[in-house]
């Protein structure tokens, strides 16, 4: 629901709460009240029809409001109506009441379509301002649209001049009707040279400055005067939020309305100046040759010498029920509309260029390059067909190599498939040469006890013991023999022995690198699954990017919308800040009508942005800030309802 809808809520609860108070005091001499007339049947219809409810529609149309208008015969066609009874006429007050409080939500929904777009017009200029590039491209843009409006100038113009030359020819001599075509042509193209020789001596500027810079004055004031049609639209919202139908409280202990039930009459009167309020701050929200208070001196001071509301008060009840609706319905059909057209004109007299403006350059180059492109496609169809052939062959190894093999891999190794698990070396050739070393060191113990041992021969209990001992890499009885053959190294290799030695050596070394691998062959083994889920990790993370990417360029993009509705809310609530600062002083409690107005925008742009971000119980208590902060309680209350709006929902605002 929006800050509109709300308001037209509140005050339509309002006007429920009055009572009848003149049902109370009722002349007995008078007709008795007849509640099943037809009448009043038709009266309650309408009233229904345009009261708010907590639905969706709070706000009618304005061409409802004057289709129910024109039902309750308020406006007949012929001659005036006059209520049968109070009764009546109270159920005609209530219904323009109702109807004065639908057309003033329309009136408000309109000012706050009017002002919210301005901004981005607005931001628009400041881009221009801000860079001589995009002023230089601003220039080129509104080039054509320069060169037709001079060349319209110069054409009406020489027109003019020559439709003077020829009439006056004409009336001097009755002989210029024979003059030639060619002779008029040759008077009418001296005629075009002067006008443009003496417009390029009026426009002395244009000559004196650059056309960049024409081009950023022009931008400069078509600015200014959207930052005025800003401020005054905003002050007319203000004044409208804060003076038009102000019916007092709420309601009391009892249940009752304290809508001045001390006179009856007040709460109408209320009703007709906010309809004269209305009225007249459509028809002067668009002077922009105006100061604020000047525009808010005008409006309160048309309100107060309107004609029809001094007459008013000498009517009775049922005449001024259909001047009020006669006013309504003029104020809906002619002074809205008018008013609709005049700040779309303005809107679009100095707001940023339509897109046939602004791309009218690539356009053209593109118009122009389109057959050279077509040509480019058709004679390369076939390099195209092969690119696009070979990006899917790419697309589809690229799955199948990095995301669907390495996932094929990593269930492999979880459920420990022994296809799958990382080897660097057989399982079997650790034990083949460790087998192979105990026989050469064994058979070099047995064929050479001496140099081995020392002792003459070896026993089955020695053999034994080198056995557990070359497991363990211990080789001392080849080492020892390897030690005296190196005593005599010629006796030694001549001998033999000490080759032998050196090669079991060499085994050894073998034996001992495969004892290392086998570590780190284990050790890769109790990490496979970590080597499994690293190889997997390029293909997901550049799936993953393919796939965000084109989420976002395809659709599906809610939580880059939610993103980016997070920044515009910080950005809202940076500008409802900027307000508050710049309107507080010491000599100001309350907002200026303008600073309120433009505070009800941004509240309800907040409204909008907000909606959808917070869960729905955080979001009713975030509404009930906004109110606050949109209320005229003050600014100090205002600015503590900001503080605890950034407080309580940065979490789902930053």
Same mark, same amino acid.
């Given at each position: ?127 221009? $301002? ?49 003059? *030639? ?55 007319? $919202? ?38 004269? $309020? ?19 001196? /005008? ?45 779309? /004109? ?68 979880? /459920? ?17 040469? /460790? ?87 284990? $050790?890769?083994?109790? &990490? ?27 659709? *599906? ?78 600014? &100090? ?18």
């Amino acid at each position: 629901m929006s800050l509109v809808a709300d308001q037209v809520l509140r005050l339509d609860a309002q006007l429920d709460r009055i009572p009848f108070i003149q049902l109370t005091g009722y002349d007995t001499t008078q007709a008795p009240i007849d509640f099943n007339s037809p009448r009043v049947k038709d009266l309650l219809r309408v009233i229904k029809a345009l009261s708010a409810t907590s639905g969706s529609q709070n706000v009618l149309s304005a061409s409802q409001i004057q289709s129910l208008l024109s039902q309750s015969k308020l406006l007949p066609d012929n001659g005036e109506y006059t209520s049968a009874s109070h009764y009546e006429a109270e159920l005609e007050w209530r219904l323009v009441s109702k109807a004065t409080v639908q057309t003033y939500g329309i009136v408000l929904d309109t000012l706050l379509d009017r002002i919210i777009p301005l901004s981005d017009h607005i931001w628009y200029w400041d881009d221009v $301002l801000s860079s001589p590039t995009y002023s230089s491209l601003y220039m080129v843009q509104t080039s054509p649209v320069r060169l037709w409006a001079w060349s319209k100038e110069v054409y009406v113009d020489s027109k003019s001049r020559f439709q003077q030359y020829t009439t006056s020819s004409a009336s001097a001599n009755a002989e210029s009707i024979q003059a *030639g075509i060619t002779q008029r042509w040759g008077r009418f193209y001296r005629i075009v040279r002067e006008t443009i020789r003496e417009r390029s001596l009026i426009n002395i500027q244009r000559k004196i400055m650059s056309p960049v810079a024409i081009c950023r004055s022009e931008a400069r004031g078509k600015q200014a005067k959207l930052k005025k049609l800003r401020e005054i639209t905003s002050s007319g $919202l203000g004044v409208l939020i804060d003076e038009a139908l102000d019916f007092g409280g709420n309601g009391n202990e009892d249940g009752k309305s304290d809508i001045m039930v001390s006179d009856e009459q007040e709460w109408k009167g209320v009703v007709e100046k906010s309809i004269c $309020l209305m009225d007249m701050v459509l028809k002067d929200a668009l002077t922009l040759d105006v100061g604020i208070s000047d525009f808010e001196d /005008r409006v309160f001071t048309g309100v107060e010498e309107d004609p029809e509301l001094s007459n008013l008060n000498g009517e009775n009840e049922s005449d001024r029920a259909a001047l009020i609706a006669r006013r309504l319905q003029e104020l809906l059909g002619t002074h809205l509309p008018e008013h609709v057209r005049t700040a779309d /004109r303005l809107v679009a007299e100095n707001g940023r260029p339509s897109r046939l403006v602004r791309y009218w350059l690539p356009a053209t180059a593109l118009l122009l390059s389109s057959t050279t492109i077509l040509r480019i496609f058709v004679n390369r169809k076939q390099e195209i067909l092969d690119w696009i052939r070979d990006f899917g062959v790419t697309v589809r190894d690229f799955w199948f190599n990095w995301v669907v093999d390495p996932v094929r891999k990593v269930i492999g190794t979880i /459920r420990h498939d022994s296809n799958s698990e990382i080897a660097i070396m057989s399982r079997d050739s650790l034990n083949a040469d /460790r087998e192979s070393l105990e026989r050469m060191v064994v058979d070099f113990a047995l064929d050479k006890p001496n140099a081995a041992t020392g002792a003459p021969s070896v026993s089955e209990s020695q053999v034994a013991e080198i056995r557990a001992k070359v497991r363990e890499g211990d080789v001392t009885p080849i080492l020892r023999a390897y030690e005296k053959d190196l005593r005599s190294p010629l006796k030694g290799t001549v001998r033999g022995d000490l080759v032998r030695t050196l090669l079991i050596q060499v085994q050894k070394t073998k034996v001992d690198i495969e004892v290392a691998m086998s570590g780190i062959d284990s $050790l890769l083994k109790s &990490q496979e699954l970590v080597f499994g889920f690293v190889g997997l990790t390029p293909g997901i993370l550049v799936s993953v990017s393919v796939f965000q990417y084109l989420r976002g360029a395809l659709g *599906g993009r809610r939580s880059f919308r939610e993103t980016r509705k997070s920044g515009k809310c910080v950005r809202v609530l940076r500008n409802i800040d900027r307000i508050l600062t710049e309107a507080r002083s010491p000599s100001n409690t309350l907002l200026p009508y303008k600073d309120h107005g433009l505070i009800v925008c941004e509240v309800h742009v907040l409204r909008r942005l907000a909606h959808n971000l917070l869960p729905a119980d955080i979001e009713k208590d975030f509404l009930e800030d906004l109110d606050d902060l949109a209320n005229f309680k003050g600014i &100090q209350s205002q600015s503590r309802a900001l503080s605890r709006i950034h407080w309580a929902y940065s979490k789902w605002l930053r």
